[in-house]
T-cell receptor
Framework: AQTVTQSQPEMSVQEAETVTLSCTYD???????LFWYKQPPSRQMILVIR??????QNATENRFSVNFQKAAKSFSLKISDSQLGDAAMYFC??????????????FGKGTLLTVNP | DVKVTQSSRYLVKRTGEKVFLECVQD?????MFWYRQDPGLGLRLIYF???????EKGDIPEGYSVSREKKERFSLILESASTNQTSMYLC?????????????FGPGTRLTVT
């Protein structure tokens, strides 16, 4: 079974600076998908960014980018020019590409990001 | 915009009660999910549904059941609530298709069982 590990329960960053959230995963599969979800306080969880394992190029979405290291099974999220609205719980998630994977996402335990003004 | 709604934001029930948590999505999504979120444990999948009347157990189905009679609605049932089921419950839906299609989440129901 796949596992997802977020080793930083909490992180903090100064407004306008850059922060990197770590995520590692364990899998024996070669094809899969990785996601970062954001859960703001008392608000709905939303997708931040996604990465397909067969793509070598790192995904980017505006101020959010990932560093995908397939051999190391690492999928970190970099937030540039941090804003107060980035404060949230961030979850890393894995999805198998295998048939019969049941569309299931396996989530890490989350990293709580605080943004200091 | 996709909208996933859950019937209650906060719910307090007594041990032994039968509890229904309702989730409705308005985008004709085939897949729907129920997760449980606990501090330090992340999100764990309870049940999911491929489509109407189709369901499959997730990682922690014990003590729960589900119902999906209509495409837009997915209900989570606690047959006999227990204190260890006190948690945040999140519903999600997803369009069938490419594996990268995202899951859209509801606001959550914080259930307290006393």
């Amino acid at each position: 079974a796949q596992t997802v590990t977020q080793s930083q329960p909490e992180m903090s960053v100064q407004e306008a600076e850059t922060v990197t959230l770590s995520c590692t995963y364990d899998t024996s599969e070669s094809d899969y998908y990785l996601f970062w979800y954001k859960q703001p306080p008392s608000r709905q969880m939303i997708l931040v960014i996604r990465q397909e394992a067969y793509k070598q190029q790192n995904a980017t979405e505006n101020r959010f980018s990932v560093n995908f290291q397939k051999a190391a099974k690492s999928f970190s999220l970099k937030i540039s020019d941090s804003q107060l609205g980035d404060a949230a719980m961030y979850f890393c998630a894995y999805r198998s590409a295998a048939r019969g994977s049941n569309y299931k996402l396996t989530f890490g335990k989350g990293t709580l990001l605080t943004v200091n003004p | 915009d996709v909208k996933v709604t859950q019937s209650s934001r906060y719910l307090v029930k007594r041990t032994g009660e039968k509890v229904f948590l309702e989730c409705v999505q308005d985008m004709d999504h085939e897949n729907m999910f129920w997760y449980r979120q606990d501090p330090g444990l992340g999100l764990r999948l309870i049940y999911f549904s491929y489509d109407v009347k189709m369901k499959e157990k997730g990682d922690i189905p014990e003590g729960y059941s589900v119902s999906r009679e209509k495409k837009e609605r997915f209900s989570l049932i606690l047959e006999s609530a227990s204190t260890n089921q006190t948690s945040m419950y999140l519903c999600a839906s997803r369009r069938l298709g490419h594996p990268t299609y995202e899951q859209y989440f509801g606001p959550g129901t914080r259930l307290t069982v006393t």
